[in-house]
């Protein structure tokens, strides 16, 4: 069943905005991540936006 | 530089955390007209609800790719050669390549479903736009080839111009060669978009949600990357103060 809602256009295009936001959100995850990791090693003053 | 010493947690303000609600609402936004509001398509039904993520992932790409060509060149320019100039440029090759990545995905779902195949190496569009992937992948794995900065700046500033000399054969591919890519449907020479206007809207819709998320995820990795150079300066630092410090028998040894 699952399989024809997927082969179907609705299952294809649900499947489309899934992969792009579910993208978009891995990607920005790794990057706040990575963000919080670099914070903690640096004191306030190298970091220009605080 | 002193480790622990940081009161603020990441790479977030009061301005990206605005940017960041703006971008999230602009995409539930786009879902709503892209499942509710927009019409199915006489000839492709449901499926051309791809285009609101298709063709926004794809002008995102161009727009990034677009940012990293020129910050390469004020970077090569001497008159505003900074190391800010390489380091946007960088980011934005690294979100271009997400963007590009989802154009390719997306086009492949949407042409299983119009075409019944998602790959044809005869299709101009689609070679050119995997092409355009694997230059900027070569060009994100240049920039992380050791060099001293400016060396490392200047060789990915040059790669970083002739990688984007593809965009706009990808844009031009579908009216240059024979493709199974259909040919402009918006942006078309006679101005004039062969598009009904609520999903001309929809897809307008999908690019300034795209353009929200990008400046967010450009802002965010930018702060990434100069922390990333901060700390790379101040390793560098302790190293040559390390190796300033050390007897000179030691050296002899070691070398």
Known sequence: MIAAVISGYVGTVVLGYSLVLGGMALFALRVLRRGRVLARQLPDEDKPWT | ?255
């Open chain 2, 1 to 255: 530089m002193t480790a622990g010493t940081t009161t603020r947690p990441g790479t977030g303000t009061r301005g990206s955390r605005i940017l960041g609600v703006l971008a999230l609402a602009g995409l539930a936004w786009l879902v709503i007209f892209g499942f509710l509001l927009s019409p199915a398509d006489e000839v492709q039904g449901d499926s051309v609800r791809l285009m609101y993520v298709h063709v926004p992932s794809a002008w995102l790409a161009y727009l990034s790719f677009g940012v990293t060509a020129f910050c390469s060149l004020m970077y090569l320019w001497k008159r505003t050669r900074s190391l800010a100039w390489d380091r946007v440029a960088g980011c934005s090759a690294e979100i271009g390549l997400l963007f590009t990545g989802l154009a390719l995905v997306t086009g492949m779902t949407w042409g299983q479903v119009t075409r019944g195949h998602v790959w044809d190496w005869g299709d101009a569009r689609l070679v050119t736009t995997a092409l355009l992937f694997l230059l900027f992948v070569g060009y994100v794995a240049l920039r992380r080839l050791p060099a001293a900065p400016n060396v490392r700046a200047k060789r990915a500033a040059v790669a970083g111009i002739i990688a984007f000399l593809d965009v706009p054969l990808v844009h031009q591919s579908v009216e240059w060669f024979r493709t199974l890519h259909q040919s402009p449907t918006i942006l078309r020479k006679d101005l004039n978009p062969q598009i009904d206007g609520v999903m001309l809207f929809s897809v307008f819709v999908g690019v300034v949600a795209f353009t929200l998320v990008y400046v967010w995820l450009l802002v965010h990795r930018n702060r990434v990357a100069m922390m990333e150079a901060q700390l790379e300066a101040g390793g560098l630092e302790q190293a040559l103060a390390e190796r300033r410090g050390e007897p000179v028998g030691t050296a002899a040894v070691g070398s």
